[in-house]
C-alpha cells in the first residue's frame, strides 16, 4: 500500500511519481508499473493546472491538497485520489477516441482523458462537499516486465 499527502505542484507530483515507483518496483511488472504512472501523471498535472485557485491565467494562488492512495492486489493496482480543488468538468469523463489529425498538425493537450481512459478499469468519479474523489484500477499486464 501507498498512501501520500502532497500540494498539487508540478515538483510535488514528481516527486510523488518516483516514490510510487519506487514502493512498487519490486513487486509490480514493469508496463503495468509504467500504465499507473503515465496516468497518475495525467490525473494529478491535471489537478495542479487546473484545478487549483487561480488569479490569473497560469499563476496559482493556492495549490489543491491532493490525498493519493495506491493499494497492489491480484487485479492490479488500485488507485484513489481525492484533492480539494475544483470540480472535474463533466465532459472530462465522456467516452473519448483518439482525435483525427496530421503529423504536422499536433495540438498542445486534449489526450490526456483518451489515455487515461484507455489504460485504466473502473473509473469512478464523484464529488462532495468540496472535494473531489477519482479511482480507477490498472489491470496487471499479461506478460511480465
Known amino acids: 500500500m501507498f498512501h501520500r499527502v502532497l500540494k498539487a505542484t508540478p515538483e510535488t507530483v514528481r516527486d510523488a511519481l518516483g516514490a510510487v515507483r519506487a514502493r512498487f518496483r519490486d513487486e509490480v511488472a514493469g508496463d503495468t508499473l ?10 494529478m498535472n491535471n489537478i495542479a493546472e487546473h484545478a487549483g485557485d487561480h488569479d490569473e491565467p497560469g499563476r496559482i494562488l493556492r ?6 492512495w495506491v493499494v497492489g492486489h491480484d487485479g492490479g ?3 484513489a485520489l481525492s484533492d480539494d480543488g475544483t470540480s472535474l468538468p463533466a ?3 465522456l467516452p473519448r477516441d483518439l482525435p483525427q489529425i ?3 498538425d499536433l495540438p498542445e493537450g486534449g489526450f490526456g482523458w483518451y489515455l487515461i481512459q ?5 473509473l469512478c468519479y464523484y ?8 479511482a480507477f484500477r ?5 506478460v511480465a516486465g
Not at 495549490?63 to 493519493?68: A, G, I, R, S, T
Not at 464529488?127 to 477519482?134: D, H, V
Not at 490498472?138 to 499479461?142: L, N, T, Y
Open 34 to 43: 509504467g500504465r499507473l504512472e503515465l496516468v497518475l501523471a495525467e490525473v
Open 63 to 68: 495549490p489543491p491538497l491532493v490525498h493519493l
Open 91 to 93: 465532459e472530462c469523463l
Open 138 to 142: 490498472i489491470p496487471p499486464c499479461d
Open 118 to 122: 484507455d489504460l485504466t478499469q473502473e
Open 102 to 104: 496530421g503529423s504536422e
Open 77 to 79: 493496482l488500485a488507485c
Open 127 to 134: 464529488r462532495e462537499g468540496s472535494r473531489n474523489f477519482l
